[in-house]
């Protein structure tokens, strides 16, 4: 039996890797210790979808699925599919929700968000917490979003802001926006409609310290 990974240990260079695409045993280990950490975003970004009845939603980045029960639970009827660039993380999601997967309730792929292979105008919600600091071209991916979004259906955004990030792992591979920048991506992507709230919530590290942050949670129509 190999010993657990001790993500404190981690070099800031090699966690930011870890948060970007979750890999392996390492992998795992960063992707358990964000369950706590996302608590409270999640739990505004679900009230922000409002999910209803026989909803459709797509999630980009799901992790390790911790959160896909809670938002199946948000209304009747609502059916899942999500999209990870991470092959373990698909894997890990897919035993975690395994009896809604083989119900056909939940649906995992591995992909990625700038080449959505999804047909258009299937999805009444999407969300997508922490991803937009690794899309290469978000103007891309927000596109791609939108393209499979019904007319008038809503997006969800999750991301912190940019004066909330001092910490070393930060500064390998992150790109954070502003208010006005946020609007204006999504803007040009189609989205009409943009409003952003700004959550004051507790960042718990890998080392275990609760710091405060500010954390973007950003609709868009």
Same mark, same amino acid.
């Given at each position: 039996m190999?010993?657990?990974v001790?993500?404190s240990? %981690?070099?800031?260079? +090699?966690?930011?890797?870890?948060l970007?695409?979750?890999d392996?045993a390492?992998g795992?280990?960063?992707?358990?210790?964000?369950?706590?950490?996302?608590e409270g &975003? @999640?739990?505004?970004a !679900?009230?922000?979808?409002?999910?209803?009845a026989?909803d459709?939603l797509?999630?980009?980045g799901?992790?390790n699925g911790?959160e896909?029960?809670?938002?199946?639970a948000?209304?009747?009827?609502v +059916? @899942?599919?999500g999209?990870d660039?991470s092959e373990t993380?698909?894997?890990?999601a897919?035993r975690?929700?395994?009896?809604?997967?083989?119900?056909? *309730?939940?649906?995992?792929l591995?992909a990625?968000?700038d080449?959505l292979?999804?047909a258009?105008? *299937?999805?009444?919600?999407?969300?997508a917490?922490?991803?937009i600091?690794?899309?290469?071209?978000?103007? *891309?991916?927000?596109?791609e979003i !939108? #393209?499979? %979004?019904? &007319?008038?259906?809503?997006?969800?955004?999750?991301?912190?802001a &940019?004066?909330s990030t001092?910490?070393p792992v930060? #500064?390998?591979?992150?790109t954070?926006?502003?208010?006005?920048q946020?609007t204006a991506l999504l803007?040009?992507?189609?989205?009409a409609?943009v409003a952003?709230?700004? %959550?004051?919530?507790?960042?718990i590290?890998?080392?275990?310290e609760?710091?405060? !942050?500010?954390y973007?949670i950003v609709?868009?129509?």
């Amino acid at each position: 039996m190999t010993d657990p990974v001790d993500v404190s240990k %981690l070099d800031a260079p +090699t966690l930011a890797s870890h948060l970007a695409k979750p890999d392996g045993a390492t992998g795992i280990a960063v992707s358990a210790g964000l369950n706590k950490t996302n608590e409270g &975003p @999640y739990r505004v970004a !679900r009230a922000k979808l409002a999910l209803a009845a026989a909803d459709n939603l797509l999630e980009i980045g799901f992790g390790n699925g911790h959160e896909i029960a809670a938002l199946l639970a948000a209304a009747a009827d609502v +059916t @899942y599919t999500g999209i990870d660039i991470s092959e373990t993380m698909v894997a890990e999601a897919k035993r975690r929700n395994a009896v809604a997967v083989e119900a056909g *309730v939940v649906t995992l792929l591995h992909a990625a968000s700038d080449k959505l292979p999804l047909a258009a105008a *299937v999805f009444d919600k999407a969300l997508a917490l922490n991803t937009i600091y690794f899309w290469r071209d978000p103007a *891309v991916d927000l596109g791609e979003i !939108r #393209r499979v %979004l019904r &007319p008038g259906g809503r997006l969800v955004l999750g991301a912190i802001a &940019p004066w909330s990030t001092s910490r070393p792992v930060f #500064r390998h591979g992150f790109t954070f926006y502003s208010p006005e920048q946020l609007t204006a991506l999504l803007q040009a992507a189609g989205f009409a409609d943009v409003a952003i709230e700004t %959550l004051v919530d507790i960042y718990i590290t890998s080392e275990g310290e609760h710091l405060p !942050r500010d954390y973007f949670i950003v609709s868009a129509t």
